[in-house]
């Protein structure tokens, strides 16, 4: 299809796949195998070294794998997407591509949990520094970008804080100052975020999330929109003098992925071809219900501090509305009085599931203080500063009236 006039949706859904189905299956056919075999010794080689484009090992490419990268790369308008196990995969790949020993990200301390941990501790022990500061504040960022800086990483909402950086502005001081733009859009698909509009240059999905289709499987997705000239970067310079723009996805393709062993399953990508297909359809429901929650949990004298950015009282609601129109994600947070109040409140749920996750065809509750940071030390608790008395609530597609009776009847006791 080349009508430009036609939505993403019926695009990805008319389009055929790279390899046509011997048999004209419509639904990309699972690729369960190991290797693949070639007629010739010649063939062979000409596979390994990328030269004819044949797939060799499971472990590097795999045609279903293949599909559904091509399919993001569609939805995406990416230039290149390459998928992988799962979302924390997805950035520490993209980390291990343009980090080194000596260098520093430059980033928020109100990260999801893992990634916090990641920065905090795994790449941190290979020489990696974060250098946490506040993201709303271009200033401050400009101050901490040094030589050694590899990249400014930010979630496009942070998990759970729910913060909204002004993203072009971001990118602008990030590019002035020769470093790429990172940015983690879990919280919002392509349908409703257009990530290059903002200046984002490698953008990072788990599409554990709204992609798979209902939580049917767990998966990553790292987007390169080939903006960045990564002759800037200490790491890729060499091979960005000869690649240019490529170099990010060579270096991945041909030696991190592939050693790190993290691509995709093709099982996965089968049943996250078939989510895709439906994830616009999904968002907006959900959407639709998690904006009437906010608005309801509101009204509820027992409830503080409810915060979703689509409310027109939350603070980054402009923000939010520029960057991803009507329906900021489909995840909320509200206080309750304590700590204890949360766990009772969690235990008399009966439409709500108790589960980490997000964006499942189910609503999800969660303490996050006492699961997702809950190994953290005291002292970096308090850098990550989640409170014990907040609730994040991911809104599925159940009728919004029956999730409202549930939080009643968990809180009248």
């Given at each position: 299809?080349?009508?430009?006039?036609?939505?993403?949706?019926?695009?990805l859904?008319?389009?055929?796949f790279?390899?046509?189905?011997?048999?004209?299956?419509?639904?990309?056919?699972?690729?369960?195998?190991?290797?693949?075999e070639?007629e010739?010794a010649?063939e062979?080689?000409d596979?390994?070294?990328?030269?004819?484009?044949?797939?060799?090992?499971?472990?590097?490419?795999?045609?279903?794998?293949?599909?559904?990268?091509?399919?993001?790369q569609?939805?995406?308008?990416a230039?290149?997407?390459?998928?992988?196990a799962?979302?924390?995969?997805a950035?520490?790949?993209?980390f291990t591509?343009?980090?080194?020993?000596g260098s520093n990200?430059?980033?928020?301390p109100?990260?999801?949990?893992n990634t916090?941990?990641?920065?905090?501790f795994t790449?941190?022990?290979?020489?990696v520094?974060?250098?946490?500061?506040?993201?709303l504040?271009?200033?401050e960022?400009?101050?901490?970008?040094?030589?050694?800086?590899?990249?400014?990483?930010?979630?496009?909402?942070?998990?759970?804080?729910?913060?909204?950086?002004?993203?072009?502005?971001?990118?602008?001081?990030?590019?002035?100052?020769?470093?790429?733009?990172?940015?983690?859009s879990?919280?919002v698909?392509?349908?409703?975020?257009?990530?290059?509009?903002?200046?984002?240059?490698?953008?990072?999905?788990?599409?554990?999330?709204?992609?798979?289709?209902?939580?049917t499987?767990?998966?990553?997705?790292?987007?390169?929109?080939?903006?960045?000239?990564?002759?800037?970067?200490?790491?890729?310079?060499s091979?960005a003098?000869k690649t240019?723009?490529?170099?990010?996805?060579?270096k991945?393709?041909?030696?991190?992925?592939?050693?790190?062993?993290?691509i995709?399953?093709p099982?996965?990508?089968?049943?996250?071809?078939?989510?895709?297909?439906?994830?616009d359809?999904r968002?907006?429901?959900?959407?639709?219900?998690?904006l009437?929650?906010?608005?309801?949990?509101?009204?509820?004298?027992?409830?503080?501090?409810v915060?979703?950015?689509?409310?027109?009282s939350?603070?980054?609601?402009?923000?939010?509305?520029k960057?991803?129109?009507?329906?900021?994600?489909?995840?909320l947070?509200?206080?309750?009085?304590?700590?204890?109040?949360?766990?009772a409140?969690?235990?008399?749920v009966?439409?709500?599931?108790?589960?980490?996750n997000?964006?499942?065809n189910?609503?999800?509750?969660i303490h996050?203080?006492?699961?997702?940071?809950g190994?953290?030390?005291?002292?970096?608790?308090k850098?990550?500063e989640?409170?014990?008395?907040?609730?994040?609530?991911?809104?599925?597609l159940?009728?919004?009236?029956?999730?409202k009776?549930?939080?009643l009847?968990?809180?009248?006791r």
């Open positions: 299809m080349t009508d430009k006039s036609i939505s993403p949706v019926t695009d859904l008319a389009k055929p790279p390899q046509k189905d011997a048999h004209g299956a419509i639904s990309m056919p699972v690729y369960i195998t190991a290797a693949f070639f010739t010649e062979m080689e596979a390994f070294l990328g030269k004819n484009g044949k797939h060799t090992y499971s472990r590097i490419s795999n045609p279903t794998v293949e599909a559904f990268e091509s399919r993001v569609s939805v995406s308008g230039k290149h997407a390459m998928a992988v799962s979302g924390m995969a950035i520490s790949g993209v591509t343009i980090a080194y020993a990200i430059v980033t928020s109100h990260l999801f949990g916090f941990s990641l920065f905090c790449l941190k022990e290979f020489g520094e974060p250098r946490f500061c506040n993201l504040d271009v200033n960022v400009e101050k901490q970008i040094d030589e050694n800086t590899c990249a400014v990483y930010t979630e496009i909402i942070t998990n759970p804080h729910m913060e909204i950086a002004d993203l072009a502005a971001l990118a602008n001081v990030a590019h002035q100052k020769g470093v790429p733009l990172i940015a983690d879990t919280l698909p392509w349908t409703a975020f257009k990530a290059p509009d903002f200046g984002v240059d490698i953008e990072i999905t788990s599409s554990t999330k709204y992609i798979s289709g209902g939580a499987s767990i998966g990553g997705i790292i987007l390169d929109y080939q903006t960045f000239d990564w002759r800037q970067s200490k790491k890729l310079k091979l003098e240019r723009e490529y170099a990010f996805q060579i991945f393709r041909g030696e991190i992925g592939r050693n790190i062993g993290a995709m399953a099982q996965t990508a089968f049943l996250q071809n078939l989510g895709l297909e439906t994830m359809l968002f907006k429901e959900a959407g639709k219900s998690c009437e929650l906010a608005l309801f949990l509101q009204t509820l004298p027992m409830i503080t501090n915060n979703y950015n689509g409310l027109p939350n603070p980054f609601y402009e923000i939010g509305k960057q991803f129109g009507d329906y900021p994600g489909a995840m947070t509200f206080c309750l009085k304590d700590r204890a109040a949360c766990f409140f969690i235990n008399r009966k439409v709500i599931r108790r589960a980490t997000l964006f499942d189910k609503s999800l509750i996050p203080e006492s699961t997702i940071y190994s953290l030390t005291p002292a970096y608790k850098i990550a989640v409170p014990d008395n907040m609730l994040r609530l991911s809104v599925g159940e009728n919004a009236e029956d999730l009776a549930d939080i009847q968990a809180l009248i």
